[in-house]
């Protein structure tokens, strides 16, 4: 029995960056022999176990052999017989079948350090067509390793755009493209994921409303970019600059939808464009099954970032219901992250990256004083609910006009 530490952990330490964690594959061995030395077995499709002391994953070498369409297509054949090299060969990009010995000598056939030096994502052999799901892969580790100089070799992106001609992609599940894209929204650079996709012809596949974007012109005036596409990028990068957090960045990215349905005859407006991108982000989180959390930030930040925008301009009963309708006291985090996804619409411009957004202090100022009001126990005692809830309005209201008056350093 010979064991290597494989994939992204030897990856990962030849590129100098933090090992999450460790995978091992195992040679010449038998499923037997390892639950005879306490392993425990959690793989559900091929033999995959939990290592008794450091409860890392060893798996079984193995082969897989593509017998029917889309990414379960796939009979798994592993045992003693199969080699390392046989074992690294079924694997999607070269930098990702690297192996290591336990005396630290690298095993690797393919030209995966080859490939790193040169900041190259290049598959490992002709099977890579086999497995639509290694199209969202590679366009995830370009995202992750964009920061890094890699791109994606121009014989991978041709076999990408064969898969995608042939309708492999379409074959894909709700569940990993929504899987792979969520991994993808937590790069810092996730902005290459779309791209990638775009760039293979995948984009129209998987996300057809963000798809549509690109070439749809917007007012020069306030979108020096005028491309709409361009533009949904350059919010998905600024959100990742504002904000860690993947719902945010998920927000930013579908927000301006809409604008890819507008009839060509109203360009560069966009009138309406807020309403259609709610219905379009509806469809859209039904199909992947995006969780509630990023559908209903997304839907508040499609609705309503042209009111945080104009906030300085709206009267204070406005604001007030902007907020009631956000649900911004019952939930100022969703608030605060709604306007993390705001800034982001606005610094996502041409030449505007930098540009200072007063707009989410005043509104988190304007939030927490109207939250401040509440309604006394002379008010309960003297009035009706319907009573109370008009003169807290009022009162909430006046509260936001007050702080109009003052200069926003500090509110």
Not at 1 to 18: E, F, H, K, S, T
Not at 267 to 272: D, F, I, L, Q, S
């Amino acid at each position: 029995m010979q064991v290597y530490l494989v994939g992204g952990a030897v990856r990962d330490a030849l590129l100098g960056l933090p090992v999450k964690e460790r995978d091992w594959v195992v040679v010449g061995s038998t499923r037997e022999e390892l639950l005879r030395l306490n392993y425990r077995e959690v793989g559900r499709d091929f033999p995959v176990f939990l290592h008794p002391g450091t409860q890392e994953e060893y798996a079984l070498a193995r082969l897989e052999r593509k017998v029917a369409p889309g990414y379960r297509g796939f009979t798994v054949e592993f045992g003693p017989g199969v080699t390392l090299e046989e074992d690294l060969g079924r694997r999607d990009l070269t930098i990702n079948a690297i192996a290591q010995s336990p005396d630290g000598a690298l095993i690797d056939p393919y030209g995966g350090k080859r490939d790193l030096d040169a900041r190259l994502l290049r598959h490992v052999s002709e099977a890579f067509v086999e497995d639509p799901v290694r199209v969202l892969r590679v366009a995830r580790f370009a995202a992750r390793l964009a920061p890094l100089g890699f791109k994606v070799a121009p014989e991978t992106l041709a076999l990408m755009r064969s898969m995608v001609e042939r309708q492999e992609v379409a074959a894909l599940v709700a569940e990993r493209v929504w899987q792979e894209s969520e991994k993808a929204l937590r790069e810092s650079t996730a902005s290459e994921f779309f791209r990638v996709l775009r760039v293979c012809g995948a984009l129209k596949s998987i996300y057809p409303e963000i798809d549509a974007l690109f070439g749809v012109p917007q007012p020069a005036q306030w979108h020096p970019e005028i491309d709409t596409g361009l533009h949904t990028l350059m919010v998905l990068d600024q959100a990742a600059l504002l904000s860690a957090d993947t719902t945010v960045r998920f927000a930013a990215l579908v927000h301006d939808l809409g604008k890819g349905s507008t009839p060509r005859a109203e360009w560069p407006g966009h009138r309406g464009h807020e309403e259609r991108s709610v219905a379009l982000i509806e469809a859209l989180a039904e199909r992947l099954r995006i969780p509630n959390d990023y559908r209903e930030l997304a839907l508040i930040v499609a609705r309503y970032h042209g009111v945080v925008h104009r906030a300085f301009e709206l009267r204070a009963n406005t604001i007030l219901e902007f907020m009631e309708r956000a649900d911004a006291f019952r939930r100022p985090e969703r608030f605060a992250q709604a306007l993390l996804a705001c800034e982001a619409d606005s610094r996502g411009r041409t030449g505007l990256e930098t540009r200072p957004y007063p707009q989410r202090e005043y509104l988190h100022a304007a939030r927490d004083a109207a939250a401040a009001i509440k309604p006394t126990a002379e008010d309960i005692a003297a009035h009706s609910g319907t009573k109370i809830a008009e003169q807290l309005r009022q009162r909430r209201s006046r509260a936001i006009a007050d702080l109009r008056q003052q200069p926003l350093a500090d509110t």
